[in-house]
């Protein structure tokens, strides 16, 4: 199949690349670039690479394509946070140019990468199926609920998208990020010596491998389109439902059992969900996930102790808002995030 990835320079979209080739098919990449010198290993190249602005992406790039799987965004709730407006514009108005370019160039199989952020805060116990209320907190989750209405606006007998909402993302690539909690968890206690959280922990957070993601787009891209065409769904495991004292803990013990310190309050970040699953596995057998979060977190843990040094764990490379907020005061970009030089 060959298949377009945009936003396929980030942490996702460098294992994506790599999975979807190794799996024999043809990808075609484009991305603006603030993370393309963000590596620590050799990333797997796309066959072909494009660099632009998602919110000015090309037309000509969709012709012979024969599936979309939109990635490109302002990718965490804090760096969403920097601008509510730049988040709407990029992640609302690029997927809305990239729908319709899509749709004029015939394409029928289009995935879309939602998340379960959208569900913000549940106060109850049930895990939260497809058709739980959302209660997005953020301009990042809002944004990805918005894309979701486009998408159904845009539906036709000849266009079936497909919103994957992703858990919360975790593990290795050539392109690390640690500012997610797993990542972020392990790269603080093998830093300091020491894991704290702001918070009392007691937040839930679904969690999937950068990997399983991927085979879970791919898994999607190649599924019956009746089965997966025009829906939404959450994915993950439902074993992969955590409090987030559970993963402290978890990872201080694969650190040499390092101390944790748990703070008495819900800290500022109020998100808590707890997550069901069951349609995607319904309507995607092929779908398998490979990893749990132990094992993602020790696996982690290894790399970084060969390829990362202290000064590493604290570069703005590898921490979204960081590196945005390095490139701007540099001049390298725009406040509204429009290149001014190459990144």
């Known amino acids: 199949m060959r298949i377009l990835v945009l936003g396929n320079l980030g942490y996702v979209g460098t294992v994506l690349t790599r999975y979807l080739r190794a799996s024999g098919h043809t990808v075609t990449g484009f ?3 603030y993370f393309e010198d963000c590596t620590i ?3 797997m190249a796309p066959d ?16 012979d394509i024969d599936g979309v799987i939109h990635l490109a965004a302002l ?8 601008s509510a407006g730049v988040t709407q514009d990029i992640n609302v108005g690029g997927l809305a140019r990239s729908i319709a370019h899509a749709k004029a160039a015939g394409i029928e199989r289009f995935v879309f990468a939602s998340s379960c952020s959208m569900y913000g805060r549940s106060d109850g116990d049930a895990p939260l199926n497809e058709s739980a209320q959302q209660n997005p907190l953020t301009a990042y989750a809002r944004s990805k609920s918005e894309g979701e209405v486009l998408l159904g606006a845009a539906t036709s007998d ?4 497909t919103a994957l909402r992703f858990s919360t993302a975790y593990g290795w690539s050539e392109r690390p990020r640690l500012c997610l909690v797993v990542n ?5 206690g093998l830093a300091e010596g020491r894991i704290d959280l702001e918070s009392d922990g007691t937040p839930w957070r679904p969690l999937i491998h950068v990997e399983d993601m991927a085979r879970a787009m791919e898994a999607t891209l190649t599924a019956p389109l009746d089965r997966v065409g025009a829906r939404s769904f959450n994915v993950g495991t439902t074993a992969e439902n955590y409090q987030v004292r ?7 013990a694969l650190l040499d ?7 008495k309050s819900g800290g500022s970040d109020q998100r808590s969900y707890n997550v069901d699953f069951t349609a995607f596995h319904a309507a995607v057998p092929k779908f398998k996930a490979a990893w749990t979060m132990e094992a993602g977190a020790r696996d982690l843990i290894e790399r970084f102790r060969r390829l990362f040094d202290p000064a590493d764990f604290r570069s703005d490379r590898f921490f979204r808002i960081r590196r945005i907020t390095s490139l701007i005061a540099a001049g390298d970009l725009s406040e509204d995030l429009h290149t001014l030089r190459a990144v």
């Open 246 to 252: 559970t993963i402290a803990t978890t990872v201080a």
């Open 184 to 188: 972020n968890l392990a790269a603080c």
């Open 41 to 43: 290993a050799e990333p």
């Open 75 to 82: 990718s965490n709730d804090t760096l969403g946070e920097l």
């Open 158 to 161: 000849r266009f079936r998208p």
């Open 48 to 63: 072909r690479q494009h660099f632009g602005d998602v919110r000015d992406v090309p037309a000509e790039i969709y012709n």
């Open 257 to 263: 059992d390092l101390p944790v310190t748990i703070g």
């Open 31 to 33: 991305d603006v670039g």
